[in-house]
């Protein structure tokens, strides 16, 4: 292996990996969400940010749906 590269010569291609990244959003989550996610987190030693996202992907990949009934 070379001490140094050269990579000035180099020619640049697009990521294949682009369409995959993340993307950054806004959400507004309750207090004890957070709380039961980082503490899931800390046990486990995934970022809690990361839990939410296999939790999410996971509902996806289910076809999980949400019953939502409002009790009166």
Sequence with gaps: MKDEYDFSTM???KNPYANKLKKSVTIRLEEDVISYFKSMAEES???Y???INL???DCVA???KIDINWHK
Excluded: M, V
């Design 45 to 47: 030693g995934i970022p």
């Design 62 to 64: 289910t076809h999980k």
């Design 55 to 57: 939790y999410l992907r």
């Design 49 to 51: 940010q990361s839990l």
């Design 11 to 13: 020619k640049s291609r």
